[in-house]
């Protein structure tokens, strides 16, 4: 039934002909070469490659962090190549939320801060702001930890503060570039059981970059695999 | 975002490098200090001499004469050299209409005249000045010795230095002494028989004497000036001179005319108005009243034009310190871009706009220009009262009055804090504008 619901549902991600280029001198450096994917919504995807393989510039583009050279880059049914700079700052506030691989929290910020400023730029009531950063927390399991600063917290919970303050705008599809890149096996598994978790209850689509096949194939629904910019297979993981 | 949040970000930013942003917002303090301590120090100037000036009834006053006159007071531009047709006499009447017209505060004659001062026996030539009360308020009178007159009739005499030092050499020793006072007093005659034009008979003049009690010696020469047929050395109350009815210079002139009036005629009336702006509309009506008037109105305009330029010199000046200031702001906030690169990165990949993070940036460049400029406007102030106070000492010390040189007033303060503000938030421009066109993608990979 639910992958019946899934197949009816518009796809949350469409790459068409994708490239993105680099000028550096006299040459043009293709990160992304022609690259076509669809990701269903509600579908965990895991990107794969080796270093320089062009996974996490196409993360970049569909996180409308980066514009593609040509192609088109359709998230939620908008075409992100067509917008202007002002809209793509509102499809990063309201459709996406991202993770990084050094999960980049604020140092001068406790966990609470950290999470409450995607709710800032959002212009969230403030008096709804303390129970979303509470419920996000709640979520990783890190409440208690709420007056913390991040340089009080293990890396695996820095990361777990990563996705509450990813989660906490509700955002359609969750970006995750390398997020157990930085930890160690069994951190890195409780993230991606996390991942899982959240992509099965409030239903949202993933899109993580990863080195690490062997957690891809265990937790993602499908595999894509770049390199040289290109995408070589796409898939199912199990 | 909202400012509440904005502000937020851009005072914990600032927090973040506490001693670094300090020394910013000094830099601008020390700018905006020595543009309120120049600014106020024109100001405080201009107010003085001001002041001074309109206490001295220099600026607010009207010297009214008779068109008929030959030439204008103390070497003043000539009147009219012609009998006019509608020249009037300047007497008791033309003086009660004046004090009646609007704006008028005070209308009172120049008496002047020579008198022969006996005292300890011996004569003493000099002239004698009638001065109004409202002389007191003039500024000539502050620091005298002893004190001004009791009363517009009192039988007293204030003595300028110069003369009482001929009479002693002690002039302190001379208050309290009485002097005795010889003038010429004019007495009308009636008309001659067998003159059937009913013009005046003339006057004679009787010598009259009268007592007065010393009771200051005054160094500056409050009689003379504008309107002084020369300096009045012994002063006495202008009502008490008034009812003396000495001979003057201009009764001579009264015989030779044909007048058909028993009444005293004044060889010149002071108006004083109640504002120095009010001159040029009392004076047009004077002249339509059909006497000939001078004030200087004209020396007045000038001065303000010349401390217009001053403020002008003196805000140029002090805005080259707030200038080095802004550079200050620059350097500071291209600093917190290249620290807070990869947070700038963070905050685009979250949803940031580019115009939110230039709001961070304007923000955090704004807080810094308020709060110099109040730290600059307390610093200021502070200067301008130290100056004053050490103004006042060394003024004390010379025996002279005190004054405020410095003068800062709440436009002065609200200029400078607007003026601090829209440097800092200029000086923010460029680096604002800078971190918002960062590329998110190259400021979350830097390390």
């Known amino acids: ?238 | 975002m909202k400012l509440r949040d904005l502000s937020d970000l851009a005072f914990r930013n600032l927090r973040e490098a506490v001693l670094r942003n300090s020394l910013t917002t000094l830099g601008v303090a020390v700018g905006v200090a020595s543009l309120v301590a120049m600014l106020s120090l024109g100001v405080g100037l201009q107010q003085l001499a001001t002041s001074r000036l309109a206490k001295s009834g220099l600026f607010d006053s009207i010297f009214v004469t008779p068109k008929t006159n030959l030439r204008g007071p103390g070497g003043g531009p000539p009147a009219t050299r012609t009998p006019d047709a509608k020249a009037r006499p300047l007497d008791a009447d033309a003086r009660a209409e004046i004090s009646r017209m609007p704006n008028v505060v005070e209308v009172y004659p120049q008496i002047r005249f020579f008198t022969e001062v006996r005292y300890d026996g011996k004569p003493y030539a000099t002239m004698v000045a009638g001065m109004p009360e409202s002389s007191k308020a003039s500024g000539a009178f502050d620091g005298m010795q002893g004190r001004f007159f009791s009363s517009p009739n009192a039988d007293e005499a204030i003595l300028q230095a110069e003369f009482a030092k001929e009479l002693n050499l002690q002039t302190s020793s001379l208050i309290g002494k009485d002097l005795v006072l010889r003038y010429a007093e004019r007495q009308s005659l009636g008309a001659p028989a067998g003159n059937s034009t009913g013009s005046s008979g003339g006057f004679s003049v009787v010598p009259k004497e009268k007592h007065f009690q010393i009771i200051g010696v005054v160094e500056t020469e409050p009689a003379s000036g504008f309107g002084g047929f020369g300096s009045g050395r012994l002063l006495i109350p202008l009502p008490i001179a008034e009812t003396l009815r000495a001979a003057q210079v201009n009764d001579l002139r009264d015989i030779l005319r044909d007048s058909s009036s028993d009444k005293p005629t004044y060889s010149s009336l002071t108006v004083r108005v109640r504002k120095p702006s009010m001159v040029e509309e009392t004076e047009k009506k004077l002249k339509d009243l059909g006497f000939g008037v001078f004030s200087l109105l004209d020396v007045s305009k000038s001065l303000l034009t010349f401390f217009r330029v001053l403020d002008l010199l003196l805000l140029i000046f002090s805005s080259l310190a707030l200038a080095v200031a802004t550079l200050g702001i620059i350097n500071t906030l291209v600093m917190a871009i290249l620290e807070r690169r990869r947070e700038i990165g963070v905050l685009k990949a979250l949803g940031a706009a580019d115009g939110d993070v230039k709001q961070l940036f304007f923000v955090e460049a704004g807080v810094m220009g308020l709060v110099g400029g109040l730290l600059g406007v307390g610093f200021g102030w502070l200067i301008g009262r130290v100056l004053n106070f050490a103004t006042e000492i060394y003024l004390h010390r010379q025996n002279l009055p005190g004054v405020q040189i410095f003068s800062v007033s709440w436009a002065l303060v609200l200029f400078a804090m607007g003026f601090a503000i829209i440097v800092s938030l200029a000086a923010g421009l460029y680096p604002a504008s800078r971190a918002a066109r960062l590329d998110p993608v190259q400021a979350l990979r830097y390390e």
């Open chain 1, 1 to 238: 039934m639910a992958t019946q619901l899934m197949t009816e549902l518009p796809p949350a991600i469409r790459l068409e002909s994708v490239s993105r280029r680099y000028t550096m001198g006299e040459s043009v450096i293709r990160a992304v070469n022609d690259v076509s994917l669809t990701v269903p919504s509600g579908e965990f995807l895991a990107l794969l490659g080796s270093s320089g393989s062009g996974k996490s510039t196409l993360l970049n583009l569909i996180a409308g962090l980066d514009r593609p050279s040509s192609g088109a880059v359709i998230a939620n049914g908008q075409d992100l190549s067509k917008m202007s700079s002002l809209e793509l700052a509102r499809y990063r506030r309201q459709t996406v939320g991202m993770v990084f691989q050094s999960f980049n929290l604020l140092p001068r910020m406790t966990l609470e801060e950290n999470v409450e400023l995607p709710l800032r730029l959002a212009e969230v009531d403030r008096s709804e702001r303390a129970a979303r950063v509470r419920e996000a927390l709640q979520r990783v399991g890190l409440e208690k930890r709420i007056g913390h600063r991040p340089s009080e917290l293990s890396g695996g919970e820095q990361q777990r503060t990563a996705i509450a303050r990813a989660l906490v705008n509700r955002p359609k599809i969750l970006l995750a570039d390398e997020p157990t890149g930085n930890l160690d096996s069994t951190t890195g598994e409780v993230i991606l059981t996390l991942l899982r978790e959240i992509q099965n209850n409030p239903g949202m689509t993933i899109v993580m970059v990863t080195h690490e096949r062997t957690l891809a194939e265990r937790f993602a629904d499908s595999l894509a695999v770049m390199g040289d910019g290109k995408l070589l297979s796409n898939g199912a993981a199990r």
